[in-house]
């Protein structure tokens, strides 16, 4: 992508990362964290206001495990983000993300090919080390049931209100810098990823699951990050076999 700053005033061209607004918590995205093509403007310090609007071609609909299915129609996307950050103690925002799809009516009530999601996110730094945060997200049109009738999925899918959400709660202790060698950092959340999570972050915690997620990322030498992630859970689709487990390891060079 191509960008140009102005004061304030961002602007970014082409295909450029979509991380939603609370990217920032230890977990990664709720919402977002992927790629789209399109244009993304910024404006703001403390406050600051981000629109984007583009095409975005990644989103799979899932009902259980790793039953999925991508969309074949690459959806149109926008989105607005409102954050604060203090840049000491508290940060947080509201962010709204719209998408339309032809395929998208195989997971609403009425067939309709759109979708929108509602996002908020809240942090607060006790210290320099500790910092608690918490995110939820709302995709009101999707309905789980008319997505397993999409795929042929014959079991039970119970109540649809327990797919809309999605949520987690972090708590964080330092973290690591790729610059500063020695440095490293650690989190505890409990992430829950419904409809709300189309694009999440799910290095640990996957789609349509919910439970514990254990990090942590140690500099063993300037340049070079190692992290780890942990995730112990259930299906939010309840079978008899619902337990879900998973291990992530990276190592990361920057130069």
Same mark, same amino acid.
């Given at each position: ?90 940060? /947080?925002?509201?962010?709204? =993300? ?8 195989? !997971? %609403?009530? *009425? +067939?309709?090919?759109? #979708? ?8 607060y730094h006790f210290d320099k080390n500790s910092f608690l945060s918490g995110a939820y997200a709302y995709n009101s049109k999707f309905d789980m049931k008319a997505l397993a009738t999409s795929l042929n999925y014959s079991g039970d899918v119970g109540s649809n209100s327990k797919y809309k959400k999605s949520y987690q709660v972090t708590y964080a202790y330092k973290g690591a810098d790729e610059s500063d060698q020695?440095?490293? /950092?650690?989190?505890?959340? =409990? ?8 694009? !999440? %972050?799910? *290095? +640990?915690?996957?789609? #349509? ?47």
């Amino acid at each position: 992508y191509v960008q140009g700053d102005y004061d304030k005033f961002q602007v970014r061209l082409g295909k450029m990362a979509l991380v939603s607004a609370e990217g920032y918590q230890a977990p990664g995205s709720l919402i977002f964290d992927d790629v789209f093509s399109g244009a993304q403007l910024t404006y703001g310090d403390k406050w600051s206001t981000t629109l984007e609007a583009g095409r975005l071609k990644d989103i799979s609909l899932q009902t259980h495990g790793n039953k999925l299915e991508k969309l074949e129609d690459t959806a149109n996307y926008q989105g607005i983000k409102v954050q604060y950050d203090d840049k000491n103690k508290w940060v /947080g925002g509201v962010g709204y =993300y719209h998408l339309s799809s032809s395929d998208l009516g195989k !997971a %609403t009530k *009425d +067939g309709k090919e759109k #979708m929108g999601i509602w996002g908020v996110d809240l942090g607060y730094h006790f210290d320099k080390n500790s910092f608690l945060s918490g995110a939820y997200a709302y995709n009101s049109k999707f309905d789980m049931k008319a997505l397993a009738t999409s795929l042929n999925y014959s079991g039970d899918v119970g109540s649809n209100s327990k797919y809309k959400k999605s949520y987690q709660v972090t708590y964080a202790y330092k973290g690591a810098d790729e610059s500063d060698q020695g440095s490293w /950092g650690a989190y505890l959340s =409990y992430r829950y990823l419904g409809a709300g999570s189309l694009l !999440a %972050t799910q *290095d +640990g915690a996957i789609s #349509m699951t919910k439970g514990i997620e254990l990090g942590t990322s140690y500099v063993p030498y300037k340049n070079v990050l190692l992290t780890a992630k942990y995730f112990n859970g259930k299906e939010l689709v309840e079978t008899g076999n619902d337990k879900v487990h998973k291990l992530y390891g990276s190592v990361e060079f920057f130069f």
